[in-house]
């Protein structure tokens, strides 16, 4: 595949990076700004260094060897051929590419990709090839994949705007959308599977719509709106309008309704898993349909730097004692990752 990319993207950067000829969009939890800084400080230290001393909370985010812990699920041989979608950082992109053949990282944020590809250097690694376009507008590769990655990125399919986080999470903005999130969420992933060669896999991991703090008043993670994911769509569309100026496209799905998206568009096995604390940074991964005994759940922070009490953390782990332990309900857990086979 490294040599046939050319037929498809004919234009790239003095790094390497492949380039598309229509505009190309923007989304990273940083500014523009932010970004550029980051390239010029990368002209002189090391990746690592450069996040740690200046951006030190995405260091978890783009180094933390828990955000591949649900590659595992895919069994690989280590022949495989991979792409990774909205790849951003490599947090997948860089463990996938040291276990198999060959990666495609494709990111629309051409900063993100400059960041990756010092890593790749750094790592010498020479079977990654970054890519940086619209994940809506991808070209049929004649060559197909083995594996394909869709880490956190089916639900953002539908915003086509230029999302800086900071200035987009929870903020009003007038937006006209008008099209189904859902319908457009179903193209993308009819084309992954278009793009998997027969017993191919897609990894799929997203925010669970009936994650069990959403009954509870948290804030979607995409809007930072209450009750929003698990309200009808319809009501959900109302309350984002009023909120945000925009209607509520950030579609996140159930475990069954993720079943039935992926074979609707062509996977005849899924496989579900529940994710601890989340799919970003996943502890515990629990097979959804196989019958568990208890978890026990793990307590976050419950004393302060005054060793005192945390009253909220007490009562979050025992409604998640009671939940998990008890009722044993893995469908309101917070992340769903799904194994689909073609």
């Known amino acids: ?78 022949n495989e051929n991979c792409i990774d979608y909205g790849c ?23 900063e993100s990709l400059e960041l990756l590809k ?34 956190g990125v089916l639900e953002w399919i539908p915003e086509k705007g230029m999302i800086e986080l900071s200035s987009y999470y929870g903020k009003f903005q007038e937006v006209n959308y008008s099209e189904n999130p859902g319908e457009q969420q179903k193209i993308f992933l009819g084309y992954v599977s278009r793009q998997l060669n027969p017993g191919g896999k897609i990894y799929l991991a997203i925010e669970n719509r009936y ?10 993670p995409h809007t930072n709106l209450a009750f929003s994911t698990i309200a009808p769509r319809w009501l959900a569309n109302l309350i984002s309008k009023w909120k945000l100026g925009r209607t509520y496209v950030n579609w996140i799905y159930s475990f069954y309704e993720i079943k039935r998206l992926l074979k609707a568009v062509g996977f005849c096995r899924v496989e579900l898993f529940a994710a601890f604390p989340d799919y970003r940074f996943p502890e515990i991964i629990i097979p959804f349909r196989k019958k568990f005994t208890h978890l026990i759940p793990v307590a976050s922070k419950i004393r302060d730097s005054e060793n005192k009490i945390i009253f909220q953390s007490v009562i979050s782990w025992l409604i998640k004692h009671f939940i998990f332990r008890k009722l044993r309900l893995l469908s309101v857990s917070p992340s769903i990752i799904a194994i689909g086979t073609k």
């Open 1 to 78: 595949m490294k040599s046939e990319l050319h037929k498809y993207f004919r234009n790239f950067t003095s790094s390497g990076i492949f380039l598309v000829d229509h505009p190309r969009g923007y989304w990273s939890n940083l500014t523009k700004c932010e970004n550029q800084k980051l390239i010029e400080f990368l002209k002189n230290l090391p990746s690592a260094k450069v996040i740690k001393q200046f951006y030190p909370h995405l260091e978890d985010v783009i180094f933390s060897p828990k955000r591949s812990a649900g590659l595992e699920l895919l069994r690989l041989n280590g």
């Open 88 to 110: 951003m950082w490599g947090a997948l992109t860089i463990p996938l590419a040291k276990r198999t053949n060959s990666v495609i990282g494709i990111d629309q944020t051409l």
């Open 118 to 151: 010092v890593r790749t250097v750094e790592e010498k690694l020479d079977n990654i090839e970054l890519v940086c376009a619209d994940l809506r507008r991808l070209p049929e590769f004649e060559k197909k994949f083995d594996v394909s990655i869709v880490n």
């Open 211 to 220: 994650d069990w703090k959403m009954f509870f008043g948290a804030k979607d």
